[in-house]
């Protein structure tokens, strides 16, 4: 007979106070344990994860493979689900997970890919290159799944077959416009150090070219135009990260300090 097997959820976050509430309501009533793991919050973050019955641990910020390598860590159960702070497991979702995690079935896939439906501007996104939109297996077994250490837009290593599930779970991915520039803004950055540290070139030209493509690739290949305003904003969005991230590139790569200024001398009388 198959053992019964429990599930593991971990909730990754930082100064998310507005959004880890339903994210921990959509999984608190049905996993074994809700682990949220947080990179040292300085808003109410931790205390309203606390208030809803999860486990807090504190996790050093050193990119996001590693954040989730650690978040794994503190995992107890044989079967982990990672749901990101400003997503939100539906019913059906939560039905689909339980059905594998119940039959624990050894002949299965290890891992499961996971559809997400985006919400943004009012509406949902359709295309964009959005839909059905996975980021890395969400539900896998313990010891199976690790992740690269890359410090943004980490890849993953899986040590058996894996699988998808047919069942979105909700994605809110930015509060605001405001939001979505300060994330461009802070995934550049990482972008930037990444391609730094493996040895790729930038410069002003190539950002534009990068950021153009981007676009390109997202409004008219990707059909974003049929979302409306939520595709031309994911659009320039992507711009925008694209062409930054390589800017910035071309910033760690060249001294653009200001020149020192010379020593004035006396006038001459």
């Known amino acids: 007979?198959?053992?019964?097997?429990?599930?593991?959820?971990?909730?990754?976050?930082?100064?998310?106070?507005?959004?880890?509430?339903?994210?921990?309501?959509?999984?608190?009533?049905?996993?074994?344990?809700?682990?949220?793991?947080?990179?040292?919050?300085?808003?109410?973050?931790?205390?309203?994860?606390?208030?809803?019955?999860?486990?807090?641990?504190?996790?050093?910020?050193?990119?996001?493979?590693?954040?989730?390598?650690?978040?794994?860590?503190?995992?107890?159960?044989?079967?982990?689900?990672?749901?990101?702070?400003?997503?939100?497991?539906?019913?059906?979702?939560?039905?689909?997970?339980?059905?594998?995690?119940?039959?624990?079935?050894p002949e299965a896939p290890v891992a499961y890919f996971m559809p997400r439906q985006n919400y943004l501007l009012g509406r949902w996104v359709k295309y964009s290159g959005w839909s059905p939109d996975y980021r890395q297996p969400q539900l896998f077994r313990q010891g199976c799944l690790g992740y690269t250490t890359e410090e943004v837009h980490e890849g993953f290593t899986c040590t058996g077959p894996i699988g998808y599930l047919t069942k979105p779970i909700w994605q809110f991915p930015f509060e605001d416009l405001e939001q979505m520039l300060n994330k461009a803004q802070r995934y550049s950055t990482l972008g930037a150090h990444k391609l730094l540290r493996n040895n790729k070139k930038g410069g002003i030209g190539k950002a534009f070219l990068h950021g153009f493509s981007m676009f390109l690739r997202i409004y008219i290949f990707k059909s974003g135009w049929r979302d409306g305003r939520a595709g031309l904003v994911i659009a320039i969005g992507g711009f925008i990260g694209s062409f930054y991230k390589y800017a910035k590139l071309a910033e760690l790569r060249n001294d653009w300090t200001e020149p020192t200024m010379p020593k004035a001398g006396k006038p001459d009388k």
């Open 1 to 105: 007979m198959t053992p019964v097997s429990k599930l593991s959820c971990y909730i990754i976050a930082f100064n998310e106070s507005n959004k880890v509430r339903p994210a921990i309501e959509s999984v608190i009533e049905w996993a074994d344990e809700v682990v949220l793991c947080d990179s040292h919050s300085t808003d109410h973050t931790a205390e309203i994860a606390r208030e809803l019955g999860a486990r807090v641990v504190q996790i050093d910020f050193n990119g996001f493979g590693k954040l989730r390598n650690d978040a794994i860590a503190h995992c107890k159960h044989e079967w982990i689900f990672s749901l990101d702070s400003d997503e939100r497991c539906t019913p059906e979702a939560r039905d689909e997970i339980l059905s594998i995690v119940k039959k624990n079935d």
